[in-house]
């Protein structure tokens, strides 16, 4: 049984966005469907238990530092983020590039762990930002692991928006992309999400050999050219190994299965950073 006010107080915290930090208590009402003396109370419970807040100015309502703490606790819980920090801020040094660790949730990436070179390991406590998978290239390198039945329900359910003239616009070419994926054991975007930002992104895969994150490198289009990519694909593909290895994941291949889904290892043994 669905609890109604609960849902309404979740459906107003998810209003809010790096796009539309504060909201009017009109605004919240109008978007959500409600009374506004509905929106008042449950806005008001909300600021009482210090999940939103007032801004004094503007006198529209911001998420409170209570999100804010669930958010660090949530983060910080993660084993994947806890396996993952140290070989993340390796290939961050080595590259000298921004490298993220995101997880799939519903049809997007969620970001849950940036490395940035640093001197000293540093989990960045910028998570949580959500991006499509079908144009990114830690999106990319979760689908091509996917079951066919699994992706053909994502792809009968997402828009293919073009973000940029470089977006993948159809499912038959994103077929056609995440087959190149798992024959390279890696995925690139090439300014398909955001213009002036590219990655190279590789699956991450649990005990059970079931893929459950994936990492990226971004960096600026100049910086990821030709063979600069595939130079630096091995490194990324033995990082994002190195982490499976840490979540339980033995590479294994039994005879009669589909190798067609599972990571290329022969491309990352003599790549693999120390």
Same mark, same amino acid.
């Given at each position: 049984?669905?609890?109604?006010?609960?849902?309404?107080?979740?459906?107003?915290?998810?209003?809010?966005?790096?796009?539309?930090?504060?909201?009017?208590?009109?605004?919240?009402?109008?978007?959500?469907?409600?009374?506004?003396?509905?929106?008042?109370?449950?806005?008001?419970?909300?600021?009482?238990?210090?999940?939103?807040?007032?801004?004094?100015?503007?006198?529209?309502?911001?998420?409170?530092?209570?999100?804010?703490?669930?958010?660090?606790?949530?983060?910080?819980?993660?084993?994947?983020?806890?396996?993952?920090?140290?070989?993340?801020?390796?290939?961050?040094?080595?590259?000298?590039?921004?490298?993220?660790?995101?997880?799939?949730?519903?049809?997007?990436?969620?970001?849950?762990?940036?490395?940035?070179?640093?001197?000293?390991?540093?989990?960045?406590?910028?998570?949580?930002?959500?991006?499509?998978?079908?144009?990114?290239?830690?999106?990319?390198?979760?689908?091509?692991?996917?079951?066919?039945?699994?992706?053909?329900?994502?792809?009968?359910?997402?828009?293919?928006?073009?973000?940029?003239?470089?977006? +993948? @616009? $159809?499912?038959? %070419?994103?077929?056609?992309?995440?087959?190149? /994926?798992? !024959?390279?054991?890696?995925?690139?975007? #090439?300014?398909?999400?955001?213009?002036?930002?590219?990655?190279?992104?590789?699956?991450?895969?649990?005990?059970?050999?079931?893929?459950?994150?994936?990492?990226?490198?971004?960096?600026?289009?100049?910086?990821?050219?030709?063979?600069?990519?595939?130079?630096?694909?091995?490194?990324? +593909? @033995? $990082?994002?190994? %190195?982490?499976?290895?840490?979540?339980?994941? /033995?590479? !294994?291949?039994?005879?009669?299965?589909? #190798?067609?889904?599972?990571?290329?290892?022969?491309?990352?043994?003599?790549?693999?950073?120390?």
């Amino acid at each position: 049984m669905m609890i109604q006010s609960v849902k309404r107080a979740a459906e107003i915290l998810k209003l809010f966005s790096p796009r539309t930090p504060r909201l009017g208590i009109t605004e919240i009402s109008e978007k959500v469907g409600i009374h506004k003396a509905t929106a008042q109370g449950l806005v008001r419970t909300l600021v009482a238990e210090g999940f939103l807040a007032q801004d004094p100015e503007t006198r529209k309502y911001k998420l409170g530092f209570a999100i804010y703490e669930l958010g660090v606790a949530l983060a910080s819980g993660l084993k994947i983020n806890q396996v993952s920090v140290n070989p993340a801020h390796r290939l961050a040094m080595k590259t000298g590039f921004l490298v993220r660790i995101s997880i799939p949730d519903r049809d997007s990436a969620v970001i849950v762990m940036d490395a940035y070179p640093r001197s000293t390991p540093f989990l960045y406590p910028q998570f949580g930002l959500r991006f499509p998978l079908y144009c990114t290239a830690m999106g990319k390198a979760l689908l091509a692991q996917w079951e066919d039945d699994r992706l053909e329900a994502y792809c009968s359910t997402i828009e293919f928006f073009a973000f940029t003239s470089h977006t +993948i @616009s $159809t499912k038959e %070419e994103l077929l056609r992309e995440l087959a190149e /994926v798992r !024959r390279n054991g890696y995925a690139v975007n #090439r300014e398909e999400h955001l213009l002036s930002r590219s990655a190279i992104g590789a699956p991450i895969f649990d005990s059970g050999g079931q893929v459950i994150a994936s990492m990226s490198i971004v960096a600026d289009p100049s910086r990821l050219q030709g063979g600069t990519v595939e130079s630096l694909a091995p490194l990324v +593909i @033995s $990082t994002a190994m %190195e982490i499976s290895q840490n979540m339980g994941y /033995v590479a !294994r291949a039994p005879v009669g299965t589909d #190798r067609s889904r599972s990571p290329i290892t022969q491309k990352v043994k003599s790549d693999a950073i120390p």
